[in-house]
């Protein structure tokens, strides 16, 4: 495999973006995202790139295509950003807060190429308005093996009031993105 070895830390949309860079100009046909800490499964993979091939333009594992979201207060939390994406753009994306994506050529552009595109559940709302095309697949998550969660209740909070706000209210005011070149108008 390939790694991609940083000097700083850049967080997760600077190392995000970072990634997408290299897979941009290796001329990559799909690439994946996922979080570090041993939480996800590398088995769903090939399930996801024959989404990709089926047509699909970002592929989710999802932990909640066939299960049920728990009732706890994160996922209250998840529950309130698939409403507000399904709200705002009219489709639904089961677990848009899953760190487990695998991104077709074009978003592997689109990402590489536009700064302001993190991501985070607001950029794929934006994105599902302008038509790109979801699909998630069924997968499980284990615990976390490494590091500790950045998420405490307060930033939590935070974090939920900044997502909804910016997919029910900034997401309309920022520019449609055309289908061809993935350029911003």
């Known amino acids: 495999y390939r790694a991609l070895y940083l000097p700083v830390n850049l967080g997760l949309a600077g190392a995000f973006r970072a990634g997408m860079r290299y897979a941009d100009e290796k001329g990559y046909r799909a690439a994946v995202q996922f979080d570090g800490d041993g939480q996800h499964r590398a088995e769903y993979i090939p399930a996801m790139y024959e989404e990709i ?44 807060t899953s760190g487990m994506r695998m991104y077709n050529r074009r978003m592997i552009e689109l990402f590489s190429r536009q700064i302001n595109y993190p991501p985070e559940p607001d950029t794929l709302s934006f994105l599902a308005k302008n038509g790109v095309r979801f699909r998630e697949i069924q997968a499980e998550m284990d615990l976390r093996t490494a590091g500790t969660s950045y998420l405490t209740p307060w930033i939590s909070v935070r974090y939920m009031t900044r997502m909804l706000l910016s997919i029910l209210l900034i997401q309309s005011f920022r520019a449609e993105q055309k289908r061809g070149g993935g350029k911003e108008t």
């Open 53 to 96: 091939k089926a047509g699909a333009e970002i592929v989710i594992a999802s932990r909640f295509v066939t299960e049920k979201k728990p009732r706890t207060l994160r996922m209250l939390g998840s529950r309130m950003i698939t409403a507000a994406i399904r709200l705002a753009s009219g489709v639904r994306i089961e677990d848009p």
